[in-house]
């Protein structure tokens, strides 16, 4: 019963830590969007820069060796993608962020 519990708590912290990610990771985009609409250059590239570093943190994980089930080809395409957003022609006002491989 006890392995049950701490199996339930330790579920409950994993989604409460991924929900805190979850927002974060949004709030990073709307300090980017805010730039981008006040005009502010150093400001938006210092934002759009945080907000790719989250991304590729959050993908981190899916280049795990022994992670089944996952197109490694893509998630390196998203990520290289994401490493070369400060080389776009729009950077940063009018960035086209890569979309991240379902699964």
């Known amino acids: 019963m006890e392995l049950e519990r701490k199996s339930i708590e330790e579920r409950r912290r994993d989604n409460y830590i991924q929900l805190a990610r979850s927002r974060e990771t949004g709030m990073l985009r709307l300090g980017y969007d805010t730039a981008v609409a006040e ?3 150093d400001q938006a590239a210092a934002a759009a820069r945080a907000y790719r570093n989250r991304l590729l943190e959050e993908s981190d994980n899916m280049l795990v060796p022994d992670r089944p089930n996952v197109d490694t080809f893509s998630w390196r395409t998203y ?5 070369d957003i ?3 022609e729009g950077f940063p006002f009018n960035i086209v962020w890569p979309e991240a491989p379902q699964g």
């Open 86 to 88: 400060t080389e776009q």
């Open 39 to 41: 005009g502010n250059e």
């Open 79 to 83: 990520r290289q993608a994401l490493r």
